[in-house]
């Protein structure tokens, strides 16, 4: 064999383990940051529950909000939802104070394969007596100006203090009356945040 065919043959050879390389690079990079290679169904699949917040924490590489959620049978379970980064959900206008331990919340998730764990859609703050305005956060898949978006910007005043510059979710008000309003125009739980 002479020089230059071993010198392609071993060129040939270095490509393909890069190229190799860069694919299963790429394949671990997108399963770490796609959650929806761990969803138990499909994206538009919803999980309801209602519930406390345990713990919330802005962290990187995902903050984390602990809860104690309701299962239909009236037992409770503990859920891990994964958050965004600190550094994006601080450009969406969250705040550490902007939940607490004890809040009592009805959620909507995105169920993981994992048990117990899920990645949140909508989040219902809710307030601590009928006089105080709840808050409706919601995020991760309803971005932009959807339908569901603009229906609850017609209706709804945001949340001071909470103005993202992603446009990747957002906080509105929602009085008690609203609320019921709200459920009763778009009935199930959380309805108002389906398409």
Wanted: glycine share 8%.
């Amino acid at each position: 064999m002479n020089l230059r065919a071993e010198w392609n043959m071993k060129n040939r050879f270095l490509l393909a383990v890069i190229a190799s390389g860069l694919v299963l690079f790429s394949d671990l990079a997108i399963s770490h940051h796609s959650f929806a290679q761990r969803l138990a169904g499909e994206i538009e699949s919803l999980e309801f529950y209602d519930g406390t917040i345990d713990l919330y924490r802005m962290l990187n590489p995902h903050s984390a909000l602990f809860l104690t959620l309701e299962n239909e049978d009236g037992s409770n379970a503990e859920w891990l939802i994964e958050l965004s980064s600190a550094s994006t959900l601080g450009r969406e206008g969250w705040t550490p104070e902007l939940l607490s331990s004890g809040d009592r919340v009805s959620v909507a998730i995105l169920a993981s394969r994992t048990p117990n764990r899920g990645r949140l859609r909508a989040m219902l703050v809710h307030g601590t007596s009928d006089t105080e305005s709840s808050r409706l956060i919601v995020a991760y898949g309803i971005r932009g100006d959807t339908p569901i978006m603009r229906r609850l910007r017609d209706r709804l005043p945001t949340c001071v203090g909470m103005e993202g510059k992603l446009n990747r979710g957002e906080c509105f008000v929602v009085s008690h009356a609203v609320l019921q309003d709200l459920e009763n125009e778009f009935p199930g739980q959380m309805g108002y945040v389906m398409p």
